[in-house]
């Protein structure tokens, strides 16, 4: 620690920036574009994909792991796929590295060492998977294959941000194969619910639930579903994408299987995933001037129990109070940090658990003792109290449900304060340039529109919502006809 | 399924190599050498890693994630590390694809996206974490670190098999950071402990701790400790390494601390690993001519469920039955699976879970509904008897230990009668020939003698146990003196 954060209204992205390094979340490394996860922040990603692991396995799913290559030759069978990620691949060229003759304290590529193929590190892995399925499916029996996969992927990107957009990045890949269309599609928007539950339940974070247009969908899919959030500078992030790739992946890869009543027939794909992109939502979700604000769900110490003390004696005292409440609190199924390190004064643990977004903070001190009370700190309100310690194991059980409703809330009225309806362009400039948010606006179906509006504002369609209603309307830029609101929106 | 497997004395590679396909544990794929972990292998991988997460953690280790690729530059850093994996490294060079213009319907590296600095995919990441850790550590309040990673490496193995030998693999590395010379070699043993223990109380895979020659250790390493399994056809295998690094990396990369006396030193390292490989040894310990053998702590399916009937209505009656024994038993906390699938026969099932090595089978036909019992099946001893349903329960509960420990002591009982003293070289290479398993000789501590041993046998030194009383004797090659004899085994 660590000084003082800039602020979010003075310069948010500044302010992520310092967050992120400053909370000991992660950290850029040697490798361009690549970061470096720290303890803290691989702590959180782990509390998300337990979740997300046991919700995938409840829902039929079985986890797997499929190389991180991909031969040039298989990666550009499906054509629109590889078309869309042929500009951002880390490619492997060579298998060994010599002694440089000129300097022999220097390695270089041994050029006699040259791969026949090349080979593509993963930037998705439906080309190797579908390969792969190829082997699996003969008949309907075998079908669906309800796989996911927790991998690291690369995608060359040239403007990288720790977590938002890295070089390599973690995430979950579902990857199915289904008899029929319906089923597929199903799955798709199964997945997407589930996402969609995930963000709101567990990282209190809330979504809307929609489809991409065709420009913005997934290289290689037919429909891309998406859960969309909105960050406290106005700015859309996706949080979360489901696939229906129709039988794109089974005619590039030859999939077929025997249907019950005999006939040959492609098999029907969806892919799903959610990346450490959503530790980005996450912090920009919830997190305010002092730092970090973690929903108690994901946070990896629920309650920091600081002591406040002058010499061995005094802490000795403290710490018997201090140890029995966290016991206590631990038998409640929370998690616990009693920090009695020596090397840190309280003030300097306050700021730092502060920062690093501990739902709970408990101080006790000399005149606790004598009250039989604690000071209980709510990161999320910042707002101090005492309480009996009799009465801490309840108090804090009830703050956990509590706090993570109370930042749902809160993301919640700022999200539905952001999305405006607008009905001309004009408009649409003033709420963006004035407000930001989504902009619920007329389009008339066109990628050339939506392209238009893009180079005009920034903005892109972020979704199709599906609740929506239908409503008669004109396209905000070209005044053509148009039955259904979409949702527009700067993004990360 | 599956036509039978090949006998284990008549080839045992072979053996391995179909079980390990025709159970569903792993495949090859289209990239030489990487293969493909399916989601039977992947379950039991997933119980092998909660596993040992759980034991890090409980030692006060944390995960974090560092990035796949090392520049040649870090890589090249530590001379002897990059010695030891520079011939079997994956290297990026490019990072961009293009339409070749000769072929629209083809990718080819684009000439203008020529990696400046070529990346390495790691092979093992002390480099990448050690330049890492220098922003890390000023005094000597930063230390200890204690982390781990779960993640994929490559090296490029020329002779790739399942599991063993891959050149894409699971695994995790510890790095740990210490003030001490003294602290770090506690954690190399302190790991290695760890490892021995996982092996034997929860794979059931009895290992020798010692420590590697100088030929055999960790490049890069100052010590390597490791366990060594024995693996049915007297071959060893190693199962896990630990490694104390000394100063190499700190002094590498310049990771220095000052002391509380205020001097400023490099810092200790260790490293330490497990793999999929050990996967492989599973199989090799436990399985026989009919299939996988599993361990119940590992098994996914701890008990499988089938049953016999003719027609819908019996079926009803037996599922009645069984899915209350099913919910019986997983409130006792065993996982159970039942097969009521009509596409399969009782037979086809039952051959497929003895292949899957599932290590309770209970089948239930109409005489078990009058007779209230049901016929239990042990994998391990291919023994059937009938349980009163009532009894099932407790039975199967108690199965569960039972099978653990028989199947540790059958694989000690092995070891045990497979570890041979010999005391000439006569010997030596007689029952290596004649016998196989560990051979416990007299070295005289040359690696001279160690490299011609392993040209006339092909056995190495598999280590030099940490348990073994001092003895005087003599080099069984060279007749030099000796104090301790030293385990020697053809090895995986």
Redesign the interface.
């Known amino acids: 620690m660590s000084k003082k954060l800039t602020e979010r209204n003075k310069d948010y992205s500044k302010w992520y920036n310092e967050l992120v390094v400053q909370a000991d979340l992660a950290?850029n490394?040697?490798?361009r574009g690549?970061?470096?996860?720290?303890?803290y922040g691989?702590?959180i990603?782990?509390k998300m994909q337990a979740k997300l692991d046991s919700m995938f396995k409840a829902t039929g799913h079985?986890?797997?792991?499929?190389?991180?290559?991909?031969?040039?030759s298989?990666?550009?069978a499906e054509?629109k796929n590889?078309e869309g990620f042929?500009?951002?691949?880390?490619?492997?060229?060579?298998?060994?590295?010599?002694?440089d003759p000129e300097d022999a304290?220097?390695?270089i590529?041994d050029p006699e060492a040259k791969l026949e193929e090349?080979?593509?590190?993963r930037p998705t892995s439906e080309a190797?998977i579908w390969?792969?399925y190829k082997?699996w499916v003969q008949s309907y029996?075998d079908l669906p294959i309800l796989?996911n996969q927790w991998?690291?992927v690369?995608r060359?990107e040239m403007r990288t941000r720790l977590f938002l957009r890295t070089a390599?990045f973690?995430w979950q890949e579902g990857h199915t194969a289904h008899a029929t269309k319906e089923e597929a599609l199903d799955e798709t928007e199964l997945m997407n619910n589930i996402y969609a539950e995930f963000a709101e339940e567990f990282m209190a974070i809330p979504v809307i639930k929609g489809k991409k247009t065709e420009s913005e969908k997934f290289a290689g899919a037919e429909e891309t579903y998406c859960i969309e959030a909105l960050m406290q500078d106005g700015k859309a992030l996706q949080a979360g994408t489901s696939h229906f790739l129709g039988q794109n992946f089974a005619k590039a890869f030859d999939v077929k299987y025997t249907s019950q009543e005999g006939k040959l027939e492609h098999v029907w794909a969806t892919s799903w995933g959610v990346s450490t992109r959503l530790m980005g939502a996450l912090i920009m979700t919830h997190s305010d001037d002092k730092g970090l604000v973690l929903p108690p769900k994901l946070a990896p110490n629920q309650v920091v129990i600081v002591p406040i003390y002058k010499g061995e004696e005094q802490l000795e005292e403290i710490s018997l109070v201090a140890k029995k409440l966290a016991d206590e609190l631990r038998a409640a199924g929370i998690s616990v940090k009693y920090d009695d390190r020596d090397?840190h004064k309280p003030g300097w643990k306050f700021a730092q658990y502060e920062l690093q977004g501990v739902p709970v903070r408990l101080a006790i001190g000399p005149k606790d003792l004598e009250k039989g009370t604690v000071e209980l700190a709510r990161r999320d309100t910042l707002t101090k109290e005492f309480v009996n310690q009799s009465e801490v194991v309840e108090k804090v059980s009830n703050l956990m449900g509590e706090i993570q409703d109370t930042l749902f809330e809160k993301a919640l009225n700022f999200r539905n304060e952001h999305i405006t309806k607008v009905d001309s362009f004009e408009d649409f400039k003033k709420v963006l340039k004035a407000k930001g948010g989504f902009i619920s606006a007329h389009w008339d179906g066109t990628p050339e529109t939506e392209n238009k509006i893009k180079e005009l504002t920034k903005a892109t369609i972020r979704c199709i919502p599906f609740n929506a209603e239908t409503e008669e309307g004109n396209c905000v830029l070209t005044g053509k006809p148009s039955a259904q609101r979409v949702l527009f929106a700067k993004a990360y």
Do not use: D
């Open positions: 950290e490394s040697a490798v690549c970061m470096v996860i720290k303890p691989y702590a990603w782990e079985q986890n797997a792991y499929f190389p991180l290559f991909v031969p040039k298989l990666f550009e054509e590889a042929a500009k951002e691949c880390a490619v492997v060229t060579h298998y060994r590295l010599k002694t304290s220097k390695l590529v090349e080979l593509v590190v190797i390969n792969t082997g029996r796989i991998a690291n690369v060359w390599e973690l090397t």
